[in-house]
């Protein structure tokens, strides 16, 4: 079975401030996907990033960067320089490989930025 | 605008109606995907249409719930006798098989059901 634990409900950051999202996955497929949604209050998910087991290298866009450590089962996000158009609900997930596997996402933590 | 869009976005009933949404995927996206989400949770999986075959159904899906994909483009979810329990935010999501790896799957704004 599949699992993904975000571990951090809320958090709220001063504009400008670094902040991170935790995202620890289990799962027993040799071949997976992780992936990040932002989900704003709008309601609609938006796709952020995927990674798959074999690359473990980090990945920067812009003033996000993710952090991904097999040993440790981590996929974690850091937002750097947070602003207030930054705060909305992240939810980590993860698929299986191999074509059409269902997607297991985390409970989500919310991000608030205080001006 | 070419993303997933979900008509309608907001929807209340009274307990005992039948409800029904609407999913117009990405187009030439031949995966849709339809979720629920409630309040604090992440989307849990429901049901997965390759072009027009429904290929799994979630537990979460009872005999009140149908879906369907007649012609491979959009979708309807239905909830016949809707319970206080359906209230809940309705995903759709689409995406196109690749050649090769997973598929990334792009949502829509979704549809709230409030259940009164």
């Known amino acids: 079975a599949q699992k993904v634990t975000q571990a951090q409900t809320e958090i709220s950051v001063v504009e400008k401030e670094d902040v991170t999202l935790d995202c620890v996955y289990e799962?027993?497929?040799?071949?997976?996907?992780l992936f990040w949604y932002k989900q704003p209050p709008s309601g609609e998910l938006v796709f952020l990033i995927r990674?798959?087991?074999?690359?473990?290298q980090n990945e920067i866009s812009g003033r996000y960067s993710w952090n991904f450590q097999k040993s440790t089962s981590s996929f974690n996000f850091t937002i750097t320089a947070s602003q207030v158009v930054d705060s909305a609900v992240y939810f980590c997930?993860?698929?299986?490989?191999?074509?059409?596997?269902?997607?297991?996402f985390g409970t989500g933590t919310k991000l608030q930025v205080i001006p | 605008d070419t993303g997933v869009s979900q008509d309608p976005r907001h929807k209340i009933t009274k307990r005992g109606q039948n409800v029904t949404f609407r999913c117009d995927p990405i187009?030439?996206?031949?995966?849709l995907y339809w979720y629920r989400q409630t309040l604090g949770q992440g989307p849990e999986f429901l049901t997965y249409?390759?072009?027009?075959?429904?290929?799994?159904k979630s537990r979460l899906l009872s005999d009140r719930f149908s879906a369907e994909r007649p012609k491979g483009s959009f979708s309807t979810l239905e909830i016949q006798r809707t319970e206080q329990g359906d209230s809940a935010m309705y995903l759709c999501?689409?995406?196109?098989?690749?050649?090769?790896?997973?598929?990334?799957?792009?949502f829509g704004p979704g549809t709230r059901l409030t259940v009164l």
């Open positions: 999501a689409s995406s196109l098989i690749p050649l090769r790896s997973t598929d990334t799957q792009y």
């Open positions: 249409f390759q072009n027009e075959a429904q290929l799994e």
């Open positions: 799962t027993r497929d040799t071949t997976y996907y």
């Open positions: 997930a993860l698929s299986g490989g191999g074509g059409y596997q269902k997607v297991t």
């Open positions: 990674r798959n087991s074999f690359d473990e």
């Open positions: 187009s030439e996206h031949n995966r």
